[in-house]
């Protein structure tokens, strides 16, 4: 993917500034517990930044920062793939320690805000590393397709790209002339526009129709040579 997806990608861009900014957050909260000496295990921590921590939390935190730095820093298919898993375990721990809390295997102090951070934080770094991957209506250049389909790296997609922005332009151009139209306030060119469009669906649709029939013909001609018209006909009385 390094090839289809490089460091300085847009949506490399994306990864690397989230997993950057969550990393370092995570990593204040880490060192903030450090620096207070917060016993290693318990399950009455201490709130630092809204957040309930304990020495082994904090520990976590640090290890779970650096880590998220590591992938800004390398970016590419890595901080997708980093930052995905790494939301998906901050929603599963969120889920785990909210059914052990108030209970002796509460090891990471955490609290109903802790939970709450923890789902957030879970879903807006899955959010993140799954953004232009597994996102609706990608688009042909997509790296993530590209790879799918076993494009060349370097293949070129602008004049693709300019034909679908042609495309929607005039879309977007017939759609403001039709409703202009039917509100009574027209220009000549609108009207002149919307009678070319009806014009254009009404041959498309009697080209389709006509494409269909001589399907149908070829298919019928087919099945005569086949089977001979009596046996044809005899199938078609059994059918009946």
């Not at 989230?18 to 990593?27: M, Q």
Request: aromatic share 6%; hydrophobic share 45%; with cysteine.
């Amino acid at each position: 993917m390094s090839q289809y997806l490089p460091a300085n990608h847009p949506l490399s861009k994306v990864y690397r500034l989230g997993a950057a900014l969550v990393g370092t957050v995570i990593i204040v909260f880490g060192v903030l517990g450090l620096a207070n000496r917060l016993p290693l295990f318990t399950t009455e921590g201490r709130d630092f930044l809204g957040l309930s921590n304990n020495g082994l939390l904090s520990l976590i935190s640090l290890v779970v920062g650096a880590v998220l730095i590591g992938a800004a820093v390398r970016g590419g298919a890595a901080a997708s793939t980093t930052t995905a898993v790494i939301g998906a375990l901050f929603l599963l721990s969120g889920l785990l320690n909210l059914a052990v809390l108030n209970t002796s295997l509460n090891l990471l102090a955490f609290k109903i805000p802790n939970v709450l951070f923890s789902v957030v934080c879970g879903i807006l770094l899955l959010s993140l590393g799954l953004y232009g991957r597994l996102s609706g209506g990608l688009t042909e250049d997509n790296p993530y397709v590209r790879a799918r389909h076993h494009e060349p790296p370097d293949a070129d997609h602008s004049s693709e790209i300019a034909a679908d922005r042609r495309r929607l332009a005039q879309i977007d151009e017939i759609a403001t002339a039709e409703a202009a139209l039917a509100n009574g306030h027209a220009s000549p060119e609108q009207e002149a526009m919307v009678r070319e469009d009806s014009r254009h669906r009404a041959e498309e649709s009697r080209r389709e129709a006509y494409t269909h029939y001589l399907e149908h013909e070829r298919a019928e001609r087919q099945r005569l040579l086949r089977y001979g018209p009596h046996r044809t006909g005899r199938h078609r009385a059994g059918l009946a």
